[in-house]
């Protein structure tokens, strides 16, 4: 099985500033035919079900703010907010869909500092 | 409106068995793989298994730790999809959600809101 290691587990961020999560998949995603990275970005916040954010590592979900993005390759990949807001408060779970079992990384909480 | 609604989720012994559905609308449902994905409570999330649509036989694929115990079935002409747990554990516990599968193998949105399967004595 692929395992996904996010870091870091927790993370505080000022209002207006950069967060970066990060995403570390013990074997590559990137698939060498059509070179896509099988890498997806979720955020959950509290009491809610998942929401994509991010597809192929770095394409944005229609409606997604742009402040989120997606970026890497092969084994490392990153979700930077630009700007953090306050509704940007979540859990954020990076997921491969390489092969089976689709694995999640175990998430990074994300609060204000 | 896409919507997926999740039910069947109760309380229920270990060894015990339950049937999870879960009603779909606002989309083709035939045409699409579905997913199961758990969540344990306060933890985060756990893929479960996936069936394909009947251009693809209906394949379904499973975690280890239900391999054997669960099991994926659909009903196009009902848009559902099912999820029958038996040889029910403690660790089962969690909200199990039913996700549709965009073209490319990702999950897409919306998500239900899930339901929740307590397995205790």
């Known amino acids: 099985d692929i395992v996904m290691t996010q870091s870091p587990d927790s993370l505080a961020v000022s209002l207006g500033e950069r967060a970066t999560i990060n995403c570390k998949s013990s074997q590559s995603v990137l698939y060498s035919s059509n070179n896509k990275n099988y890498l997806t970005w979720y955020q959950q916040k509290p009491g809610q079900p998942p929401k994509l954010l991010v597809y192929w590592a770095s394409t944005r979900e229609s409606g997604v703010p742009d402040r989120f993005s997606g970026s890497g390759s092969g084994t490392d990949f990153t979700l930077t907010i630009s700007s953090l807001q306050a509704e940007d408060v979540a859990v954020y779970y990076c997921?491969?869909?390489?092969?089976?079992?689709?694995?999640f990384g175990q998430g990074t909480k994300l609060e204000i500092k | 409106e896409v919507q997926l609604v999740e039910s069947g989720g109760d309380l229920v012994q270990p060894g015990g068995s339950l049937r999870l559905s879960c009603a779909a609308s606002?989309?083709?449902?035939?045409?699409?793989?579905m997913d199961w994905v758990r969540q344990a409570p306060g933890k985060g999330l756990e893929w479960v298994g996936r069936i394909k649509n009947k251009a693809n036989s209906y394949t379904t694929e499973y975690a280890a730790s239900v391999k054997g115990r669960f099991t994926i079935s659909r009903d196009d002409s009902k848009n559902s999809l099912f999820l029958q747990m038996s040889s029910l554990k403690i660790e089962d516990t969690a909200v199990y959600y039913c996700?549709?599968?965009?073209?490319?193998?990702?999950?897409?949105?919306?998500w239900g809101q899930g339901t929740l399967v307590t397995v205790s004595s």
């Open positions: 997921q491969q869909y390489y092969n089976t079992p689709h694995t």
């Open positions: 606002g989309f083709t449902f035939s045409d699409y793989y």
């Open positions: 996700v549709r599968v965009f073209l490319g193998g990702f999950l897409g949105d919306p």
